[in-house]
């Protein structure tokens, strides 16, 4: 794949000409820039762009950021167009060593061009600095491999879809998903990941419906030696229909919070609370405060007191409310992507900042050790649909910008 980036230092912008002429130097790319006053940083670079590399659109990214600071972002690379989610896939990621400034070309980690591989799940392990990668093949395979070297090379995907079996005797689902985005170490050591599951009809010889549909988690005690099933959390209902893409924080307390995708008319965000991410979770609440424009959000902890001065949650999404639906199952406009911060471990969310106003979709978040704020999305509509996206965009802030006011975009 033809490698496309963009470079901005984050304390200050560069003149509009000089922008002008680098966009138009390297072709594949473009580059969006904050004018920041002294101590708050914004840049974004587009990583991945529509027609591009062989593939004819990329989606459902990812971020994490590894123990050595080095920048992990993923992605589905699609070569068709022509069964959505089912099309042919590939996963592809890029690696910056140098805090997002520079990014290394993109490649090929996990697919053969021939099938869906998707859903692409990455997790930071803590403890031995190692990189844990799962993803699915054809919605009814869930394989696991892992990288010790900050994303350079990666082992054999290892078949773990044994454990999705487990579900079956309470969940007769055929169609199976990590994800998406990132998933979490506890600190017990604990590997968390949400799973979606569904048993939907088929919609021809190869398709097969995501809904309706439902949340679990599965986890590993040994650093991804074996995988093993957690409860079931959330199941299509009236009250909660179609629960699916779910990403977990670990709160203060050692509790582990679900937040959760869902297709209800109230358009807010589901969210459960479970001592240990396995079990006993809570009935499933809805956020006021959340909206949700049926769509994949991105929730991570920013900081931890102590030893941090003080509790932050991040949590990103389109923020469309007051935009006209669109679709069938209840959708709205996929826009206005937004990020809010919490600091009583998501019971509200005072802080809120724009950081695209246009078309945008799945995102998701990183924290760097330095505490540099990561947020990878979808953005901008190819072929005028808003989900067959235009770009795989990254923003990269700091504390200091997402506390500045006003809440306007970056122009």
């Not at 769509?295 to 389109?318: K, M, Q, V």
């Not at 959708?331 to 005072?350: C, K, N």
């Not at 505490?371 to 999305?377: D, L, R, V």
């Amino acid at each position: 794949m033809i490698a496309t980036q963009t470079r901005t230092p984050l304390k200050r912008a560069r003149p509009a000409l000089l922008l002008l002429l680098l966009s138009s130097f390297v072709g594949l790319s473009s580059m969006r820039v904050m004018a920041a006053p002294a101590g708050e940083q914004f840049d974004s670079t587009n990583l991945w762009n529509a027609s591009i590399g062989g593939y004819q659109t990329y989606r459902i990214p990812g971020i994490v950021a590894t123990k050595r600071g080095v920048i992990i972002a993923y992605t589905s690379a699609r070569r068709t167009l022509e069964l959505g989610d089912w099309s042919n896939i590939d996963i592809v990621m890029r690696r910056s060593i140098d805090g997002g400034r520079t990014w290394e070309p993109s490649r090929r980690i996990a697919g053969d061009s021939h099938g869906t591989t998707d859903n692409p799940v990455a997790i930071v392990d803590h403890q031995t600095g190692t990189i844990h990668f799962l993803f699915q093949k054809n919605y009814a395979r869930c394989y696991y491999m892992q990288s010790k070297d900050d994303g350079r090379t990666f082992s054999e995907p290892v078949d773990i879809t044994a454990v999705f079996e487990k579900f079956h005797p309470e969940y007769n689902w055929n169609v199976i998903a990590p994800g998406v985005g990132h998933a979490i170490q506890l600190r017990s050591g604990r590997l968390l990941v949400p799973v979606w599951l569904a048993n939907g009809a088929s919609e021809g010889p190869i398709v097969r419906a995501h809904r309706p549909s439902a949340v679990a988690t599965i986890y590993s005690d040994d650093h991804g030696k074996t995988w093993k099933r957690g409860d079931i959390l959330s199941i299509d209902s009236p009250e909660t229909p179609n629960p699916s893409e779910s990403m977990a924080v670990e709160l203060a307390d050692g509790t582990v919070m679900m937040n959760i995708r869902n297709e209800s008319t109230l358009h807010r965000r589901l969210v459960s609370i479970s001592p240990d991410g396995i079990s006993h979770w809570s009935k499933p609440k809805f956020d006021d405060q959340l909206f949700e424009p049926v769509c994949a959000a991105s929730i991570l902890r920013y900081s931890t007191h102590p030893p941090d001065d003080r509790n932050r949650i991040l949590f990103s999404n389109p923020d469309s409310e007051g935009i006209p639906g669109v679709g069938a199952h209840q959708f709205h406009a996929r826009q206005v992507l937004t990020i809010r911060m919490s600091y009583d471990e998501g019971q509200t969310w005072p802080v809120k900042k724009l950081i695209d106003p246009g078309v945008t979709g799945y995102s998701d978040l990183a924290v760097a050790p330095d505490k540099t704020i990561y947020c990878i999305y979808e953005a901008g509509a190819n072929r005028g649909h808003e989900t067959d996206n235009s770009h795989i965009t990254v923003a990269r802030f700091n504390l200091a910008w997402l506390m500045s006011q006003p809440e306007t975009a970056p122009k």
